[in-house]
């Protein structure tokens, strides 16, 4: 069976840090181009970051210089370090797994950036 397995979500105040973790089991996981997505209550689902099988990566402008993806192929891990956070970052965070003819989505973890 496939499964995707977040973690590392939490309380952080503004301005400070999260490394979010993914890690996939049931795939081939090199073959897979690795994204992040966020959602908060309400709101669609956005495409927050985003890792290439040759390591490319980009981002959404919102989180641009702030968030780095990274990906470790012999753990089968996905990475999102989350710095200088903001309230409006606040959301449940979903690891997804993708290539030609298939997808998959973790269960998410919810970061909330308050004081």
């Known amino acids: 069976q496939v499964q995707l397995v977040e973690s590392g979500g939490g309380l952080v105040q503004p301005g400070g840090s999260l490394r979010l973790s993914c890690v996939a089991s049931?795939?081939?996981?090199?073959?897979?181009?690795m994204n992040w997505y966020r959602q908060a209550p309400g709101k669609q689902r956005e495409l927050v970051a985003t890792?290439?099988?040759?390591?490319?990566?980009n981002y959404a402008d919102s989180v641009k210089g702030r968030f780095t993806i990274s990906r470790e192929n012999a753990k089968n891990t996905v990475y999102l370090q989350m710095n200088s956070l903001k309230p409006e970052d606040t959301a449940v965070y979903y690891c997804?797994?993708?290539?030609?003819?298939?997808?998959?989505w973790g269960q998410g973890t919810q970061v909330t950036v308050s004081s």
């Open positions: 890792i290439t099988r040759g390591y490319s990566t």
């Open positions: 997804q797994a993708g290539k030609l003819g298939a997808d998959y």
């Open positions: 049931g795939i081939t996981f090199s073959m897979y181009t």
